[in-house]
Nanobody, 126 residues
């Protein structure tokens, strides 16, 4: 089992940057596919980005492609989401997730993840 703790959210003006991080407990972090999802008030949770176990493969939602970068440091049990050129529509609670199934190299849907963090709020003002 793994526990995930996000940090690094906050309030930023449009055009600014934030870098949320997610630290995992346990010794097997490198065996998990990692992902970031977000949920805005009144909306369903949506996929943002995912990264493979060794960091060699990434995939992004079209809405964040070119602005967000997902990365991981397996030595630090941490996954990051560098968010640049933020827009008000990026405002949401951001959740990291970990998936252990060897069936997937990356994960674009929530059902591919067993473990979720508590979320970190990102608010972008116009």
């Amino acid at each position: 089992q793994v526990q995930l703790v996000e940090s690094g959210g906050g309030l930023v003006q449009a055009g600014g940057s934030l870098r949320p991080s997610c630290e995992a407990s346990g010794r097997t972090f490198s065996s998990y596919v990692m992902g970031w999802f977000r949920q805005a008030p009144g909306k369903e949770r949506e996929f943002v980005a995912t990264i493979s176990r060794n960091g060699g493969t990434t995939y992004y939602a079209d809405s964040v492609k070119g602005r967000f970068t997902i990365s991981r440091d397996n030595a630090k049990n941490t996954v990051y989401l560098q968010m640049n050129s933020l827009k008000p529509e990026d405002t949401a609670a951001y959740y990291c997730a970990a998936g252990s199934s060897l069936q997937y190299i990356i994960g674009l849907t929530s059902f591919q993840y067993e473990y979720w963090g508590q979320g970190t709020q990102v608010t972008v003002s116009s």
